[in-house]
């Protein structure tokens, strides 16, 4: 009886990071197909993030890296640029930007952190980590200096919003869900 419900508990959480996974990769393709008028070129409103963040708090971190870089991987291969240079900063920043969440998860449970901190971390982390890695591709350490502020300004809202949506989703799913 035991090892039925075990069974029956990995193929639950099997099934739902599959259905995490299939909306963070329609929210990947959709953003990615959607030009904004933003200031810094490239900077995308990173809603597929709502859905990491979900899979941290719900599934834990090893989910949530999973999610990330399975995210980045296919989301590229759908929309076709990969192994491109599009790829390589989203690839990096995404895997690297989890990392730091999962690092600041612990604040999060002990009351020092909310969700949305933790997101907004996440979109500082993010954008500093794809201007590095475009600097140091582009070879030129002035792009930092150019796009880095106007990008952390843009990381501010962009990082609320997406933490105040993961709360809510936490929240509709916990009652849902056997969490």
Known sequence: ??????????????????????????IHSVEA????????????????????????LLFGFKSALL??????????FFV?????????LSFTAAVISTT????????????????????????VTHNIVQLTVASVLVQNLMLLRGY?????????PTGFFTGLAAHFIVRAMSKVMKF
């Open 1 to 26: 009886m035991r090892r039925d419900s075990v069974k029956r508990a990995k193929t639950y959480h099997t099934v739902s990071l599959a259905v995490l996974l299939t909306f963070a990769l329609v």
């Open 100 to 123: 730091v969440m999962i690092l600041v998860l612990p604040l999060f449970y002990r009351g020092f952190f909310s969700l949305i901190s933790i997101s907004i971390l996440g979109a």
């Open 80 to 88: 076709g640029n990969f192994f491109s240079f599009g790829f390589m």
């Open 148 to 156: 880095l502020p106007l990008s952390l300004f843009m990381a501010i």
């Open 33 to 56: 197909s959607i030009p904004l008028p933003m200031p810094v070129p490239g900077v995308k409103l990173g809603l597929a993030n709502i859905i990491t963040l979900v899979v941290l």
């Open 67 to 76: 999610i990330s870089v399975l995210r980045t991987v296919l989301g590229s």
